[in-house]
């Protein structure tokens, strides 16, 4: 019997963030914004940006949480933005059609002329993921830099999403997440990569690597950390999911 050739995985376009890393700077926030001000579909636009009160959409925000107790308490820098999800709740409740998954490199976008700015897409989303503009009504969100990846205008090195390119902890990385031997697919493969609360069973396509266990003194170096997937618990949400990744280290 002949064997049929082996079919190449689907592409997925998606970014790994380095928790032990990331040092929450910021500087992937205000290059993102500073980007998407005049990038794809449309510019961010701000209310009063240079008043008293500013306000507007941002497509990528950087928390910080305190996790753990006592010697394992930690301060960690999260990144969050669209994670580009498989099975993505905001296209399935859009009513017009404006949020869609691109089937060839698995990339989650907005159409601004057919969204309406319901924000059923927003409430859907259980990672806070999308913001609505104020000033066009429309919804927007992290597009991963369509607009540079794919521009043959611009040096090659800089064909790179707008918050990696600016990292200067190098806390982000960009690739295919569909390829196995990708560098960021054997990055995950390597560190431990997450899901954000695969509980929820979306499935998104960026990953995050986890903090490292601290270091102790008296040792030459560090032990690379090889951790079971996080199992679900009473506590849900970022925070649960940040407390049972620190509880294995």
Same mark, same amino acid.
């Given at each position: 019997?002949?064997?049929?050739? *082996?079919? $190449? %995985?689907?592409?997925? =376009?998606?970014? +790994?963030?380095?928790?032990?890393?990331?040092? @929450?700077?910021? /500087?992937? &926030?205000?290059?993102?914004?500073?980007w998407?001000?005049?990038?794809?579909?449309?510019?961010?636009?701000?209310?009063?940006?240079?008043? *008293?009160? $500013? %306000?507007?959409?941002? =497509?990528?925000? +950087?928390?910080?949480?305190?996790?753990g107790? @006592?010697?394992? /308490?930690? &301060?960690?820098?999260?990144?969050?933005?669209?994670?580009?999800?498989?099975?993505?709740?905001?296209?399935?409740?859009?009513?017009?059609? *404006?949020?869609?998954?691109?089937?060839?490199?698995?990339? +989650?976008?907005?159409?601004?002329?057919?969204?309406?700015?319901?924000?059923l897409?927003?409430?859907?989303?259980?990672?806070?993921?999308?913001e609505?503009?104020?000033?066009?009504?429309?919804?927007?969100?992290?597009?991963?830099?369509?607009?540079?990846?794919?521009?043959?205008?611009?040096?090659?090195?800089?064909?790179?999403?707008?918050?990696?390119?600016?990292?200067?902890?190098?806390?982000?990385?960009?690739?295919?997440?569909?390829?196995?031997?990708s560098?960021?697919?054997?990055?995950?493969?390597?560190?431990?990569?997450?899901?954000?609360?695969?509980?929820?069973?979306?499935?998104?396509?960026?990953?995050?690597?986890?903090p490292?266990?601290r270091?102790?003194?008296?040792?030459?170096?560090?032990?690379p950390?090889?951790?079971?997937?996080?199992?679900?618990?009473?506590?849900?949400?970022?925070?649960?999911?940040?407390?049972?990744?620190?509880?294995?280290?």
């Open positions: 019997m002949t064997s049929l050739p *082996a079919q $190449p %995985s689907a592409k997925k =376009l998606g970014l +790994v963030i380095d928790l032990d890393t990331c040092v @929450g700077c910021q /500087a992937c &926030v205000v290059n993102c914004k500073e998407n001000t005049g990038g794809h579909p449309a510019p961010l636009s701000d209310v009063e940006p240079y008043g *008293a009160r $500013p %306000s507007g959409a941002w =497509l990528n925000r +950087v928390h910080g949480f305190e996790c107790e @006592g010697e394992t /308490a930690r &301060v960690v820098h999260f990144p969050k933005s669209c994670l580009h999800c498989e099975q993505p709740a905001c296209v399935t409740v859009c009513p017009t059609g *404006a949020s869609y998954k691109r089937t060839a490199d698995g990339i +989650v976008l907005v159409d601004e002329d057919r969204c309406i700015g319901c924000g897409c927003a409430w859907a989303c259980p990672y806070g993921a999308r609505m503009d104020p000033v066009v009504n429309v919804m927007k969100k992290c597009t991963l830099c369509v607009d540079r990846i794919y521009n043959d205008t611009i040096a090659e090195a800089e064909r790179l999403p707008a918050c990696v390119r600016t990292c200067p902890a190098s806390a982000r990385h960009f690739g295919d997440l569909g390829d196995p031997d560098a960021v697919s054997r990055l995950v493969a390597e560190r431990g990569g997450y899901d954000l609360m695969s509980e929820m069973g979306y499935r998104p396509t960026n990953k995050y690597l986890p490292r266990p270091r102790d003194a008296s040792t030459a170096g560090p032990t950390a090889r951790l079971e997937p996080a199992q679900p618990s009473p506590q849900g949400g970022l925070l649960g999911w940040l407390d049972r990744v620190l509880s294995q280290l």
